[in-house]
């Protein structure tokens, strides 16, 4: 039977690869920093057959038990707000390459790494810089490496519209940095965990790089609006370019900044069965409204 370790195998997206590799037979390892959080987590979406093991990819040794005798590794651990011990170049740059580096030397045969889209390592952004030296530094120990990088994710318990809602449900108004205009591709979590386990039974996909985004381009404000339609508050939005405004009256129909939300704000799905090496591909993008049941 083929044994897959997935380090952060416990969070949004890890859940949900933790079940479709199970779903297809194989035996799953998680590697977490917190083990018993994430047993009891798992065990009570019913995977039984999951073993999870203490790992850290900040320590070396952690990392050598957990992949020993496995037939492939996925690397999804994430930062996104940085920490005392916790920062982005400890677990998207060193992690990373420990991980790698601890794969290469058990002979495990494949690696996916799951970075994020618009990954640069010349970026300013600090956050998007290690991203990029994190897939570098993989490259270069883990030359047949394959790299996933998916848009702004979606699904029940994400931070997208889930954090979108939550400030709905409790503020007057919705500050847009930036007046909105950020663009954003989401796309629906279970597609992307659907697109890693092809990649990993796929022999051509060894050594490339993956973007997988859902097929639809929205800027912040066109999500807020979807949020907000679903909620069925309207749109009480407020462009806010550096800062919390200092006036916090709600808007109403007469605000300059109101607008009526789309007669349509759902996304389509659309199936692909491969993504596009090194470009924005069609992976899939479910129907929101079923994201956020």
């Not at 994710?153 to 909105?180: N, Q, V």
């Not at 796929?202 to 993956?210: H, I, K």
Request: glycine letters at 10%.
């Amino acid at each position: 039977m083929t044994t897959v370790v997935v380090f952060g195998g416990g969070g949004f997206l890890g859940r949900r690869l933790v079940h479709r590799l199970t779903t297809e037979g194989m035996s799953v390892r998680v590697a977490v920093r917190h083990p018993d959080r994430a047993r009891i987590e798992l065990r009570s979406m019913g995977f039984d057959r999951v073993t999870v093991v203490p790992a850290d990819v900040r320590d070396q040794a952690s990392v050598s038990a957990a992949v020993a005798g496995a037939n492939a590794v996925v690397n999804m651990v994430s930062a996104y707000v940085e920490k005392v011990g916790v920062t982005f170049e400890a677990v998207h740059v060193q992690g990373a390459e420990t991980v790698a580096r601890e794969t290469v030397a058990a002979g495990v045969p494949r690696l996916v790494l799951v970075s994020g889209i618009g990954a640069d390592a010349d970026s300013r952004s600090p956050y998007i810089r290690a991203r990029g030296h994190g897939e570098q530094v993989v490259q270069q120990t883990f030359p047949e490496a394959t790299i996933v990088r998916p848009g702004a994710m979606f699904g029940p318990g994400d931070a997208l519209f889930g954090t979108l809602a939550e400030l709905a449900r409790l503020l007057p108004i919705l500050p847009l940095i930036g007046g909105g205009s950020t663009r954003l591709q989401p796309v629906f979590v279970e597609d992307v965990a659907e697109a890693i386990v092809s990649i990993l039974t796929d022999p051509t996909t060894v050594g490339r790089t993956y973007e997988l985004a859902g097929p639809g381009v929205y800027t912040l404000r066109e999500l807020v609006s979807m949020t907000l339609h679903l909620l069925r508050n309207g749109d009480c939005s407020y462009r806010c370019p550096l800062r919390w405004p200092r006036s916090r009256r709600c808007c109403s129909s007469s605000c300059p900044t109101h607008r009526s939300p789309p007669a349509k704000l759902i996304f389509s799905r659309r199936t692909t069965s491969r993504a596009v090496p090194c470009r924005v591909s069609g992976s899939s993008i479910s129907n929101l409204k079923r994201s956020r049941r």
